[in-house]
């Protein structure tokens, strides 16, 4: 059975650092691109970052390049989330998923009914 769950999540004054885990189970992650997102209240969900496979080729979203950092350990099949100079509007709850897509520099979850999504983490960016 395919389990993705997160963890690392919190709060946290602006300009600080946050580092989200998401731990695989029921597959490895050289099989599928894993990503991760993100939805704010009344906000639709958008794709923060994702590793593809098989090259690990690195996407980010416009709003998070240069402040956060995704990074696996294949060994221990976890995905993090290093997130930097954290503002409060990347205040949401965060989940992992896979497999994802890029298109058009969208990132782009698992179909419905295809792939599985994380619980989600809640990060609170607040002074």
């Known amino acids: 059975q395919v389990q993705l769950v997160e963890s690392g999540g919190g709060l946290v004054q602006p300009g600080g650092s946050l580092r989200l885990s998401c731990a695989a189970s029921g597959f490895t992650l050289d099989e599928y691109a894993i990503g991760w997102f993100r939805q704010a209240p009344g906000r639709e969900r958008e794709g923060v970052s994702c590793i593809s496979v098989p090259d690990g080729t690195i996407y980010y979203a416009d709003s998070v390049k240069g402040r956060f950092i995704i990074s696996r350990d294949n060994a221990k099949d976890t995905v993090y989330l290093q997130m930097n100079n954290l503002k409060p509007e990347d205040t949401a709850v965060y989940f992992c998923?896979?497999?994802?897509?890029?298109?058009?520099?969208?990132?782009?979850?698992?179909?419905?009914?295809?792939?599985?999504w994380g619980q989600g983490t809640q990060v609170t960016v607040s002074s």
């Open positions: 998923a896979s497999p994802v897509t890029v298109v058009a520099s969208t990132i782009l979850g698992p179909s419905t009914g295809f792939g599985s």
